[in-house]
């Protein structure tokens, strides 16, 4: 495994990568649109930690979104786990779910088509005036 991370850690370190399982949160679940940014690794916390510990850091705390604090550790350490079963599964899913009335797709894709059919039909305006009475 090629440890590209190296040049850029220093002593406590902090590193923020495309966290994959944050994309149920971010982008509804919708992969491809994911992965049409300038990104060529998607890491899971704990794919980003056993990465780490290749090259003899430890992680001090760090979430699924990929925001991570890393420490030198004490010992070298060349286990590395695997998270591909967890992480196809987590596709599979997030690929069924995609057009399905999640609360992302809805907020995302519903309200502006409505707001765009009420500014067609001239009663944006008027909608938005009833909605700020009543929120």
């Known amino acids: 495994m090629k440890c590209w991370v190296i040049p850029i850690i220093v002593k406590n370190s902090y590193i ?3 966290g994959l399982k944050y994309m149920k949160i971010f982008c509804g679940g919708d992969f491809l649109y994911w992965i049409q940014n300038a990104h060529i690794h998607y890491f899971t916390l704990k794919t ?3 990465i780490m510990k290749k090259p003899s850091y430890d992680l001090i705390c760090g979430d699924e979104t990929i925001k991570s ?3 030198i550790a004490s010992e070298n ?3 590395y786990k695997n998270d591909y079963d967890s992480t196809i599964n987590f596709l599979k899913q997030m690929e069924f779910y995609r057009f399905l009335p999640t609360p992302y797709n809805i907020k995302h894709l519903t309200i502006p088509g409505i707001i765009s059919f009420l ?3 001239s009663l944006y305006n008027i909608a ?3 909605y700020h009475k009543f929120k």
């Open 77 to 79: 350490n060349d286990n």
């Open 48 to 50: 980003l930690k056993s």
């Open 16 to 18: 923020k990568a495309p």
């Open 69 to 71: 604090i890393f420490k």
């Open 119 to 121: 500014k067609y039909i």
């Open 128 to 130: 938005k005036r009833i």
